[in-house]
C-alpha cells in the first residue's frame, strides 16, 4: 500500500513571505558578531585597566614611605588576621543602637563557633561586628546573639564573671594591653584596662578604668548590642575584639570566648591598618568613575583602598539600562526596553562581591603582582550577576617589590555597550525585515493582482461551452506576466478564429453539399421510373434511403447553425409558460399514443398561469427534444412524468423518464455539441445535437439545465431551472 503526503498550497505571496525569512539570518550573523567582539572589547579593557594600573603604580613607586605607615615587618604566617577600617561619612551616635550602620551591611563581619578560642564547641555564641574611622575615632558595633544575658554583679571586683567584651591590642607605646567591657544592667558602659600581676592567677588581675573608650550597651530578644568609640591615637599596628559568654548565674564561669584573632599574647592579634589620607588622596586624583583602587603591602595587606565598582545615581548609564529610569520615552520605546530587558543580560548594580570588605588580598594576581608581574583576571561574582576585572601591578623601590597597585571594574560597561550594540542590531534588523515583508507583500499583491486579472480575463473570454465571446486587454509591461498576457491574447485571437471557421463549417458544408445531393437524387428518381431488373432497384433503393439519411444530418447541422444565429436576433417577450407545456403534452399524447406521458402543475389548477419573459417557440423546441429524448431511452410500458411549479421567484420544470442510467463520465459534457451517449444506432441519425440545442434555449433564457440520475438509479431527470416574471 502506497501512502502519499499531502500537497501543500501556498500562494505566492505566502511563498514569498517564507523567503523574506531568509532575511533572519542578518540578526543572527549580527548577534554572533556582536558576542565575537565581546572578546575583543574585554582585551581592550584589561589592557586600558592595567596601563592605569601601571601609571598608579609610577605615582606610588617614589613613595615607599606610604607602605611602612604602621607595620611593613613580615608576618610569621599568613594565617594573621589583618583588618583594614574604612572611612566612615559621619560620626556615630553612642546609644547602643545600630541604626546608624544601617548603610554599612557590607562590612559586617560574621564571628562564628568555629573562631572560639575558649570553651565548650557546642555553645551557641556568636556576632556581628562593624568598624569604620571617622577623624580621629574608631567606631565599633556589635551585635551579640546570646539568649542568656548574665550581667555583673553590683560592686563586684571581679569584671569577668559575667558577659563581657574584651579589646586586646597593641598600643602605639608597642605594650600589649587588654581592656574589658561589662555593666550591670543595659545602658552606658565603663571600659576598664586589665593589669595582671600574673596573668594565669584571676585573683592577682587589678583593673583601672578607661575614660578614652566609650561605649552603650543593649539588650534585645535573642542577645546584646554594643556600640564602642575609641580614639584612635589609643591603638598601635595590632588588635582584637571578643565576647565572653558566662551562661550559670550563680557559678558565673566563662562557658566560651570567641575572638576576631588571639587576644592572649601580642603575635595572635590581628593586624590593624588606617586609611592614610595622604595615599586616599593621591588614588582619589586618579580614579575613575566605576572603578575600585586597592593598595597592599607585601604582606598582602590592604593599606588603602578607594572608589567602588557601583553607584547609587540613578542618571547613570547602567542604571538607566533599566526601562523604569526612563521616563520620557514612548509608550513603544518603553516596551522594546522592557522586551529587551527579558532577553538580554542587563548590567547589574547589585550583586554580591566576596571583596568588598576584604581586608587581606592574596588571590593569584595579587602573588603574581608581589612577585614582579603585571597580570589580569576576570571572576565571576558568586551569585553570576557580573564578572569583575582585576589588574595588579606590582610597585618598586630600589628595585624591590615594596606592594602592589589592583584596579577593579566590572563588565558592566561592556554589557551595556554590547546590549546597545544588540538592540541597534534587534532595530535595524526588524525595521529591514517589517520594509522587507511589506515592500514583498505589495510586489507578490500587484503581482497576484495581474496573474488573478488575466485568469479571470481568460475565463470571461470563453464561455463554459468553449466558445471564445471575448478577448485579453493586451498589456505593455514587458515582463514575464506581459509576454504571458500577450501570448493568451494571441492565443485567444487564433482559437476565436478557428471557433468561427468550425461554428460555420457545418453551414458551409450543408450548402456545399445539397447540390450534389440534389444531383444524385434527381439521377435516382429517373433511375427509377425506368425499367430494370429486380436485383439492379435493390440497390437503387439503398441509395436512395443513403441519400434520404445524408439529407437529415444536413438538416439537422443546419438546425443547430441556425437556431444559434435565431438566439442573437429573437425578441423577448411575456407569456404562460404552463398552456406552453400544456399544448405540447397534448401534442406528445396524440404522437405517441402507446407511451404514458404525465403532466403535473403546481398549482394543480386548471387556469395556473405561470408567467415568464422569453420566446414560446423556443420553449416548444426545447421540450420537443427532451420528451423525444425521454422516448428513446424509456423502458416499454413506463412512464415518462413531466412536472412544473413555480417557487420561489423560479420556474422549475421536471422531465423523468426510467430507463439506462447516464454514465459517470457523461454526466458533466452531456449537454456539449457532438456528444451522445446511445450505445446503438436506429434508423434516424443522431448527431448529439439535440441537447446542446435545450442548453442554448435555456440559457438565452438566462435559465439552468441539469441531468441526473434517479435516486434509485432506475432511470434519468432533466431539471430546468427559468426566472419567473414578478407577480
Known amino acids: 500500500m502506497r501512502f502519499t503526503l499531502p500537497t501543500l498550497r501556498l500562494s505566492i505571496r505566502a511563498k514569498l513571505v517564507l523567503v523574506s525569512t531568509t532575511l533572519l539570518i542578518i540578526p543572527w550573523v549580527g548577534s554572533q558578531y556582536v558576542q565575537e567582539m565581546e572578546d575583543y572589547l574585554r582585551q581592550q579593557q584589561q589592557e586600558a585597566i592595567l596601563i592605569r594600573a601601571q601609571t598608579v603604580a609610577s605615582v606610588l613607586q617614589g613613595r615607599p614611605d606610604l607602605f611602612t605607615i604602621q607595620s611593613n615587618s613580615p608576618l610569621p604566617t599568613r594565617d594573621v588576621q589583618h583588618l583594614f577600617v574604612r572611612p566612615l561619612q559621619h560620626p556615630m551616635q553612642l546609644d547602643g543602637y545600630l541604626d546608624d550602620w544601617s548603610g554599612y551591611e557590607n562590612r559586617i563581619q560574621h564571628i562564628e563557633q ?81 593589669t595582671d600581676a600574673n596573668p594565669e592567677d584571676e585573683d592577682s588581675r587589678h583593673y583601672e578604668r578607661e575614660v578614652r573608650i566609650k561605649g552603650d550597651w543593649q539588650e534585645f530578644k535573642g542577645g546584646y548590642t554594643v556600640e564602642l568609640r575609641i580614639p584612635v591615637y589609643l591603638i598601635g599596628s595590632k588588635i582584637s575584639f571578643a565576647v565572653a559568654d558566662v551562661n550559670d548565674a550563680k557559678s558565673r564561669n566563662i562557658d566560651s570566648i570567641i575572638a576576631t584573632a588571639g587576644i592572649n599574647e601580642a603575635s595572635a592579634l590581628a593586624t590593624i591598618i588606617f586609611p592614610s589620607p595622604e595615599v586616599e588622596q593621591l588614588l582619589n586624583n586618579l580614579q575613575r568613575p566605576l572603578t575600585r583602587t586597592w593598595v597592599i603591602d607585601r604582606n598582602y595587606r590592604v593599606i588603602a583602598q578607594t572608589g567602588a565598582l557601583t553607584t547609587t545615581d540613578t542618571s547613570d548609564d547602567t542604571s538607566s539600562a533599566d526601562p523604569a529610569n526612563k521616563p520620557h520615552h514612548s509608550m513603544l520605546s518603553g516596551m522594546m526596553s522592557f522586551f529587551y530587558s527579558l532577553i538580554l543580560k542587563q548590567p547589574s548594580n547589585e550583586f554580591h562581591d566576596e571583596l568588598l570588605n576584604a581586608s587581606r588580598l592574596d588571590s593569584e594576581e595579587f602573588r603574581q603582582a608581589l612577585q614582579g608581574k603585571p597580570t589580569t583576571r576576570w571572576r565571576q561574582t558568586p551569585d553570576k550577576e557580573t564578572s569583575i576585572l582585576t589588574a595588579a601591578h606590582p610597585v618598586f623601590s630600589n628595585g624591590q617589590v615594596i606592594g602592589a597597585i589592583a584596579i577593579e571594574q566590572t563588565s558592566n560597561s561592556i554589557l551595556l555597550l554590547q546590549n546597545r550594540a544588540m538592540e541597534i542590531l534587534f532595530n535595524i534588523s526588524a525595521l529591514a525585515f517589517l520594509s522587507a515583508i511589506v515592500v514583498l507583500l505589495a510586489f507578490a499583491t500587484r503581482l497576484t493582482s495581474r496573474i488573478r486579472h488575466l485568469r479571470d480575463a481568460a475565463e470571461h473570454a470563453i464561455t463554459p461551452d468553449g466558445r ?148 414560446p417557440e423556443l420553449i416548444a423546441q426545447m421540450l420537443d427534444k427532451l420528451v423525444n429524448n425521454a422516448i428513446d431511452f424509456h423502458l416499454t410500458g413506463t412512464k415518462i412524468n413531466l412536472e412544473l411549479q413555480q417557487d420561489d421567484g423560479q420556474v422549475k420544470l421536471y422531465i423523468t423518464n426510467q430507463g439506462p442510467t447516464l454514465p459517470a463520465a457523461m454526466k458533466s459534457n452531456v449537454f456539449d455539441s457532438m456528444v451522445s451517449v446511445r450505445q446503438q444506432r436506429d434508423e434516424q441519425p443522431h448527431l448529439g445535437l439535440g441537447l446542446y440545442i435545450v442548453r442554448l434555449i435555456v440559457e438565452f433564457h438566462q435559465g439552468t439545465v441539469r441531468a441526473d440520475n434517479l435516486a434509485n438509479n432506475t432511470g434519468v431527470g432533466f431539471t430546468i431551472h427559468l426566472p419567473c416574471k414578478p407577480a
Open 468 to 615: 471564445v465571446t471575448g478577448a485579453v486587454n493586451i498589456t505593455t509591461a514587458g515582463d514575464e506576466i506581459g509576454d504571458l498576457s500577450r501570448s493568451i491574447a494571441d492565443m485567444l485571437a487564433r482559437l476565436s478564429q478557428y471557433n468561427r471557421y468550425l461554428e460555420t463549417m457545418a453551414s458551409k458544408l450543408s450548402h456545399e453539399l445539397r447540390t450534389p445531393i440534389t444531383v444524385v437524387r434527381s439521377s435516382l428518381d429517373n433511375l427509377e421510373v425506368t425499367s430494370m431488373p429486380a436485383a439492379q432497384r435493390t440497390y437503387i433503393e439503398r441509395a436512395t434511403d443513403g441519400i434520404h439519411r445524408l439529407n437529415d444530418i444536413l438538416t439537422r447541422m443546419s438546425e443547430a447553425t441556425r437556431l444559434e444565429q435565431t438566439l442573437q436576433s429573437e425578441q423577448r417577450s411575456e407569456f404562460d409558460i404552463a398552456h406552453v407545456v400544456r399544448s405540447c403534452v397534448a401534442g406528445y399524447r396524440l404522437a405517441h399514443p402507446e407511451v404514458n406521458i404525465t403532466l403535473t402543475i403546481t398549482p394543480d389548477l386548471p387556469d395556473t398561469q405561470i408567467q415568464i419573459r422569453g420566446v
Open 114 to 194: 568555629s573562631r572560639s578560642i575558649f570553651g565548650n564547641e557546642a555553645s551557641t555564641l556568636r556576632f556581628d561586628i562593624q568598624v569604620g574611622s571617622y577623624q580621629k575615632y574608631l567606631y565599633v558595633a556589635m551585635k551579640v546573639f546570646d539568649r542568656h544575658i548574665v550581667y555583673r554583679q553590683p560592686g563586684s571586683n571581679n569584671l569577668e564573671r559575667s558577659d563581657h567584651v574584651i579589646i586586646a591590642m597593641e598600643n602605639t607605646e608597642g605594650e600589649f594591653v587588654n581592656y574589658v567591657i561589662t555593666t550591670s544592667s543595659p545602658g552606658w558602659v565603663n571600659t576598664y584596662r586589665r
